[in-house]
């Protein structure tokens, strides 16, 4: 089992920025692919980002969205600049086997943190 706990979201700005983190505890933290996805009131979730053996951003968030992970510590980061407030959503983190955008592919899901930019 993997324990994931999402933190940094909030209200900012557009053009703004923010870093989320997500706290792994369980199994091996750098067995895992790890994910970013989102989700907005009414919309199927979405990918955002991954981190495995590549990374990779869904086209909406590539050049504004880095991912990282701090292995040491069992942290996923999520550093979001030049935010739209089409950026706002619920952003989880994910656990998976593979760095595939497919959700189905994720096995562990944290509680979401929200992101809310203002236009």
């Given at each position: 089992?993997?324990?994931?706990v999402e933190s940094g979201g909030?209200?900012?700005?557009?053009?703004?920025?923010?870093?989320?983190?997500?706290?792994?505890?369980?199994?091996?933290?750098?067995?895992?692919?790890?994910?970013?996805?989102?989700?907005?009131?009414?919309?199927?979730?979405?990918?955002?980002?991954?981190?495995?053996?590549?990374?990779?951003?869904?086209?909406?968030?590539?050049?504004?969205?880095?991912?990282?992970?701090?292995?040491?510590?069992?942290?996923?980061?999520?550093?979001?600049?030049?935010?739209?407030?089409?950026?706002?959503?619920?952003?989880?983190?994910?656990?998976?086997?593979?760095?595939?955008?497919?959700?189905?592919?994720?096995?562990?899901?944290?509680?979401?943190?929200?992101?809310?930019?203002?236009?």
């Amino acid at each position: 089992q993997v324990q994931l706990v999402e933190s940094g979201g909030g209200l900012v700005q557009a053009g703004g920025s923010l870093r989320l983190s997500c706290v792994a505890s369980g199994r091996t933290f750098n067995d895992y692919a790890m994910g970013w996805f989102r989700q907005s009131p009414g919309k199927e979730r979405e990918f955002v980002a991954v981190i495995g053996g590549w990374s990779d951003y869904s086209d909406s968030v590539k050049g504004r969205f880095t991912i990282s992970r701090d292995n040491a510590k069992n942290t996923l980061f999520l550093q979001m600049n030049k935010l739209k407030p089409e950026d706002t959503a619920d952003y989880y983190c994910a656990a998976g086997r593979a760095p595939y955008r497919d959700g189905r592919y994720y096995d562990y899901w944290g509680q979401g943190t929200q992101v809310t930019v203002s236009a």
